[in-house]
């Protein structure tokens, strides 16, 4: 089955998929993690590969960035490739003091500025909620690494550039733990389509601190949130 945006058939993907914004940070985790790696789909430069981790099929997907572009990868990857589960490996901004740049970060819901979830559930404010089942298993497993973790609220912009900057008080305000684009769209699709969900993030932008991870560090610094993801996705 190929779609629009992916040019992979149906088998090629394993029904346990990661996703990531950035198509080259995709290629450098299946080439780090995965066993007998195999890209299977390059529309738009948009990577996806197949391999093994522990002996299990899994597959690493991109979805660039924002709402719109992560949710037509995720609807075709769970309407046309039968994935089950999906667990998100990002990258977020914090306002909070006692975050700081590379701790990880795992999104128990994610509210958002934008209007996507209006659309989709007839104007009623949706719960974008993660799933229980890997939320529990990243816990543990995070315990078991040894790898200190927070979870909370996440706020999904239509911004990376944020106009209006007194938007970072209410988000302080009402005890908001990270700012991304994506994780809204991905929990939205996974409660709609009836597939698992749970997305991860690494902090690169401290926005009062005014301090950022560089570019180059941004591929290489995710290594404990690929791990984390990795085995909980397997479990
Ligand atoms: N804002 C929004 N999205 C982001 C940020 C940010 O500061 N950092 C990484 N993704």
């Known amino acids: 089955m190929t779609t629009l945006h992916i040019n992979a058939k149906l088998k090629d993907f394993s029904k346990r998929v990661l996703i990531a914004g950035d198509p080259l940070r995709v290629k450098y985790i299946a080439e780090k993690y995965f066993k007998n ?41 769970i309407k046309y490739f039968n994935v089950k589960k999906i667990i998100r490996i990002g990258t977020c901004g914090v306002i909070d003091n006692d975050i700081n740049l590379h701790d990880i970060l795992i999104s128990i819901g994610a509210c958002t500025n934008s209007k996507i979830n209006r659309l989709r559930f007839k104007n009623y404010d949706l719960s974008a909620i993660a799933n229980f089942n890997l939320l529990y298993k990243a816990k543990k497993i995070s315990k078991k690494m040894g790898l200190k973790v927070r979870f909370g609220n996440f706020f999904t912009s239509d911004f990376f550039y944020e106009p209006n900057r007194k938007v970072f008080n209410l988000m302080q305000k009402f005890n908001i733990l990270a700012i991304e684009m994506e994780t809204v769209a991905l929990y939205s699709l996974a409660l709609e389509l009836k597939i698992k969900a749970l997305s991860i993030c690494t ?33």
Request: charged share 20%.
């Open 37 to 77: 790696s195999v890209q299977i789909t390059n529309v738009r430069s948009m990577l996806g590969y197949t391999g093994m981790y522990k002996n299990k099929k899994i597959s690493i997907m991109s979805h660039g960035i924002g709402i719109p572009s992560c949710m037509l990868y995720v609807q075709e990857l």
């Open 203 to 235: 902090v690169t932008d401290h926005i009062y601190k005014n301090k950022k991870v560089s570019v180059n560090d941004r591929i290489l610094l995710c290594n404990d949130m690929i791990e984390l993801a990795l085995e909980t996705i397997i479990l």
